[in-house]
């Protein structure tokens, strides 16, 4: 038998619908996994450790058909080797409507932790006949086709919104241990002293390896166009990151991203019902307040949207639809004090 037979850790982990009780899931896939792990020797071990060896990834290649072979390319990528190799699989999806800018960065910073064929994105259109174009289509085009999922609905509709991301994420629990749900602006990551040079995409093997831990939240960010420190105009052709900073904490966006089984997400994905542990290691770095003119014009362009009935009665979402004074108050009200990002950032969100 061979070791990717005798590794198949998350072959049985159950997601099916009539199975709610995720502590239970959790200790079954624990005795599964420490009965398979007995059974291999200190040889196969080493065998399968030497797959995981840490190498400092070379830049993104150009090539996008999620092949490419290379030292640091998505298919030889530590977390791809690892998950190809263990029988373990992780999938990471977005959900966008007209996202030229974060999606391309998106793209850009997770193609380095998952294979092409591992990323998913589901476009927002609010009519059959609507098609992306421009920068939002070359970004869009990055992406197996196979994996764009084109879905109509007329109105920006939040709850809406979490039905489909519920959905897609009890899907794509079918064919993956492990899922990454994270919008176009969020962008994880963990600092240096934890996995090294390969950070997000070893913390997630190590998480798809840690059977009794169901699901984990982050540790929000926001990353803050601080005009009153002196930061300028944004220049489109350098890194976002090169010129902004400053941020700040925001308990809001401590989500429940990275699970192995359906969570009962709130509305806006900031809550879920499930008691989910915090790591404090996994960041999640909030990119919406990058820059103060492009967050004004984003919002006014969304607060022209046709909103749900149900939204507007209720509150949801009311941020989308603040325009003017308003919206500049709603900017400059920050959470917790404006600190200097740390250094080593840049490094990990390396060209965002």
Same mark, same amino acid.
């Given at each position: 038998?061979?070791?990717?037979?005798?590794?198949?850790?998350?072959?049985?982990?159950?997601?099916?619908?009539?199975?709610? !009780?995720?502590?239970?899931?959790?200790?079954?896939?624990?005795?599964?996994?420490?009965?398979?792990?007995?059974?291999?020797?200190?040889?196969?071990?080493?065998?399968?450790?030497?797959?995981?060896?840490?190498?400092?990834?070379?830049?993104?290649?150009?090539?996008?058909?999620?092949?490419?072979?290379?030292?640091?390319?998505?298919?030889?990528?530590?977390?791809? @080797?690892?998950?190809?190799?263990? /029988?373990?699989?992780?999938?990471?999806?977005? @959900?966008?409507?007209?996202?030229?800018?974060?999606?391309?960065?998106?793209? /850009?910073?997770?193609s380095?932790?998952f294979?092409?064929?591992?990323?998913?994105?589901?476009?927002?259109?609010?009519?059959?006949?609507?098609?992306?174009?421009?920068?939002?289509?070359?970004?869009?085009?990055?992406?197996?086709?196979?994996?764009?999922?084109?879905?109509?609905?007329?109105?920006?509709?939040?709850?809406?919104?979490?039905?489909?991301v519920?959905? /897609?994420?009890?899907?794509?629990?079918?064919?993956?241990?492990?899922?990454?749900?994270?919008?176009?602006?969020?962008?994880?990551?963990?600092?240096?002293?934890?996995?090294?040079?390969?950070?997000?995409?070893?913390?997630?093997?190590?998480?798809?390896?840690d059977?009794g831990?169901?699901?984990?939240?982050?540790?929000?960010?926001?990353?803050?166009?601080?005009?009153?420190?002196?930061?300028?105009?944004? !220049?489109?052709?350098?890194?976002?990151?090169?010129?902004?900073?400053?941020?700040?904490?925001?308990?809001?966006? !401590?989500?429940?991203?990275?699970?192995?089984?359906?969570?009962?997400?709130?509305?806006?994905?900031?809550?879920c019902?499930?008691?989910?542990?915090?790591?404090?290691?996994?960041?999640?770095?909030?990119?919406?307040?990058? !820059?103060?003119?492009?967050?004004?014009?984003?919002?006014?362009?969304?607060?022209?949207?046709?909103?749900?009935?149900?939204?507007?009665?209720?509150?949801?979402?009311?941020?989308?639809?603040?325009?003017?004074k308003?919206?500049?108050?709603?900017?400059?009200?920050?959470?917790?004090?404006?600190?200097?990002?740390?250094?080593?950032?840049?490094?990990?969100?390396?060209?965002?």
């Amino acid at each position: 038998m061979s070791l990717r037979d005798k590794y198949a850790k998350f072959d049985n982990i159950d997601t099916s619908d009539d199975d709610d !009780d995720w502590a239970a899931q959790a200790a079954k896939s624990a005795s599964r996994e420490a009965e398979k792990l007995a059974k291999l020797s200190v040889e196969e071990r080493a065998e399968m450790e030497k797959h995981l060896e840490p190498w400092k990834p070379a830049a993104p290649s150009p090539y996008t058909g999620g092949t490419s072979k290379g030292p640091g390319s998505r298919e030889t990528s530590p977390l791809s @080797i690892a998950l190809q190799f263990g /029988k373990q699989t992780a999938g990471i999806f977005t @959900i966008v409507r007209d996202e030229p800018i974060f999606l391309a960065l998106w793209y /850009k910073h997770y193609s380095r932790q998952f294979a092409n064929k591992d990323m998913h994105v589901l476009v927002h259109v609010t009519s059959e006949a609507e098609q992306p174009v421009g920068p939002f289509a070359d970004a869009l085009k990055q992406f197996d086709a196979e994996n764009v999922v084109r879905l109509v609905n007329a109105e920006y509709d939040q709850v809406w919104l979490n039905e489909v991301v519920a959905n /897609k994420t009890r899907e794509m629990l079918r064919s993956y241990a492990v899922v990454l749900f994270a919008e176009a602006d969020e962008f994880l990551t963990v600092p240096p002293d934890v996995y090294g040079p390969h950070t997000l995409a070893d913390y997630i093997f190590n998480f798809a390896g840690d059977a009794g831990k169901p699901a984990v939240r982050c540790k929000g960010y926001e990353i803050h166009h601080d005009t009153f420190a002196g930061e300028g105009p944004l !220049d489109p052709s350098k890194p976002i990151l090169e010129q902004r900073k400053r941020w700040h904490r925001n308990t809001l966006y !401590d989500k429940a991203l990275l699970t192995k089984v359906p969570l009962k997400w709130s509305l806006g994905f900031h809550t879920c019902e499930e008691k989910v542990e915090q790591d404090e290691k996994l960041l999640l770095v909030h990119l919406h307040k990058y !820059d103060f003119p492009k967050y004004l014009e984003r919002h006014e362009a969304r607060a022209k949207f046709v909103h749900s009935e149900s939204s507007v009665a209720n509150g949801y979402q009311a941020h989308y639809r603040k325009t003017g004074k308003e919206l500049v108050t709603q900017y400059m009200d920050t959470p917790s004090p404006i600190e200097d990002v740390p250094e080593w950032l840049c490094e990990r969100l390396e060209g965002i």
